[in-house]
């Protein structure tokens, strides 16, 4: 399994961290002691038991249990919520919750030190932990932004095409899925490394770069279904797009062949395309990004190690 937790003990100290606003000075510090408890032996600690129904009065709310994930960020986790749960909110916003109450939830490149998963009237508080990015300082000005009105004119039906592709949502089930890398190769440009230019931050790099070679085939790293599938896009060159459900898509950049078409269901592992040099590239490689929802998270997260 590619969940590069730590420990049980992380998980387990995270649904304590959860707690209903009427019982959150009750329970921090039995919480607090039992997650330290868990930390120095590597065992689970148990939650205390909750009451149940006394005269018509509905259960206590229970803990969500978080079945795996990297809680930083760049990071994901996989929750599975109290059977008779459908509906919840990540940080304020709306999640899509499966029939069996499992979800997907993931931390931006520039996520804070927490965030908030709320359901039946019980709130669960997940701490991120910060990362250092690879971070160039140049002292030269940034370009100025903004294009030509001819260059804009072509580009945006093709960003429009993108948004529309990613709003798309499929009964795909990758989401629940340990990813594999879809090609192995060199690593040539890693998440989330960026340029200062004279103190004025430029794009961070949104995925990650592996340049195996030119024609390389790529494989589809978890069940998914293919929502763009095209070439000549300015920026993206042969672009394919794979929803993997749960809110997560992946975006592969730079494609010389692609192999699938739109619409069309593909499996983990089977070959979707050859890396190339198409669009706005220096070299041949396959950029590689993921996006659950508008969060964009590091795939060296989702896989592991190249190689492991």
Known sequence: MRAHLGSLAVLASLALAGCGAAEAADTKETGDDLSM???????????????????????????????????????????????????????????????????????DRDSGPKAELKY?????????????????????????????????????????????????????????????????????????????????????????????????????????VVVLARTGFSLEGGLIIIDHGGGLNSAFLHSSKILVKEGQAVKQGERIGHVGSTGRSTGPHLHWSLKWNDARLDPLLFTGPMGS
């Not at 930083?72 to 919840?88: H, K, M, Y």
């Not at 709003?167 to 594999?180: H, L, N, P, S, V």
Request: avoid cysteine; proline fraction near 11%; glycine fraction near 12%.
């Open 37 to 107: 408890a868990a930390a120095a032996t590597g065992a689970q600690p148990i939650l205390p038991a909750r009451p149940g129904p006394v005269d018509g009065v509905p259960p206590m709310p229970q803990p969500p249990s978080f079945t795996a994930g990297e809680f930083t960020q760049g990071g994901w986790a996989r929750i599975q919520l109290p059977s008779r749960i459908s509906e919840a909110t990540f940080d304020g916003e709306p999640v899509e919750v499966s029939a069996d109450g499992r979800l997907l939830v993931a931390f």
């Open 120 to 224: 039946d009237g019980f709130t669960s508080v997940i701490p991120i932990t910060p990362r250092q990015w690879q971070i160039s300082r140049v002292n030269v000005p940034k370009r100025a932004g903004g294009s030509s009105e001819a260059w804009w004119k072509k580009r945006k039906p093709e960003w429009e095409a993108i948004v529309a592709a990613r709003a798309k949502e499929t009964d795909a089930q990758g989401w629940r899925q340990d990813f594999i890398w879809p090609v192995k190769g060199r690593i040539s440009g890693l998440f989330g490394r960026q340029r200062i230019y004279q103190g004025e931050p430029g794009s961070y790099h949104s995925g990650i770069d592996i340049a195996p070679g030119h024609g390389v085939p790529f494989v589809a790293p978890a069940d998914g």
